[in-house]
């Protein structure tokens, strides 16, 4: 089988083919007297793979996970996939929550987010699922301005806080700039929580795009472990 043909197919170019080959993505090619490649439906099954995990996943998790199918450590990918799939959820959860607060009618009404005025920039991190450092660099952004305390020094982040660092959370899932994020904060302390709301509704669509993409990417693997597996019989 052609490389053109496989590409055609995908709808991709011949020089992505090779990218995926250099990468270690498919099982070694071998080559006819003429220098040509010889794929074969494998490798078509490789390469179909790749394309549909890519648009879900991301070729960051692709790159992980084919080795480990051409190394025939099948689990292995399988629960990568599936830590994935966890982490997408935990992202639909957060998004929902960063609307739920949104919905708040008045800034005077977020203090009784989870019956506390103050958190620590631990149970923020855990609250919006982000690290701490992706905190601290938002605060020397400007972006927040948390209370410190009179004798410790330590940040008291308010709800209100949260709320922020969960916009500033989800406006970057959707890679707008800090050019927007400050926009849109501005905008919050305005009470005017349109904008921000748009853009949280916006990420959740996408996350529900990302899982259909998913389905159908696990799909094409399932596809690729049946073959892999007939070969080793």
Known sequence: MKGIEIANKLNISTSALRHYESWGLVPKVERAENGYR??????????????ALYSGFGMDLVREVMPLIINEKKLDALWLINKAQV??????????????????????DIPK????????????????????????????????????????????????????????????????????????????????????????????????YALVEQVRGIAYLHNLLEIVSNKER
């Not at 989800?170 to 905008?187: M, W």
């Open 87 to 108: 982490d997408l959820q935990a992202e639909k959860e957060t998004a929902q929550r960063t609307v739920e607060m949104l919905d708040l009618k008045e800034l005077t």
């Open 113 to 208: 987010y989870r019956n506390k005025n103050s958190f620590t920039i631990g149970e923020v991190a855990k609250e919006a699922k982000v690290s701490t450092s992706s905190i601290r660099h938002w605060e020397k952004e400007g972006l927040i301005k948390p209370k410190r305390h009179n004798e410790s020094g330590f940040r008291m982040y308010s709800p209100a806080d949260i709320r922020k660092v969960l916009i500033i959370r989800t406006i970057q899932r959707v890679a707008y700039s800090l050019d927007i994020v400050r926009s849109v904060l501005s905008e919050l302390d305005k009470n005017n929580v349109a904008q921000a709301k748009e853009i949280a509704l916006k990420s959740m669509q996408y996350i529900d």
């Open 38 to 51: 010889i794929y074969t439906k494998e490798h078509e099954a490789y390469f179909q793979c790749i394309r």
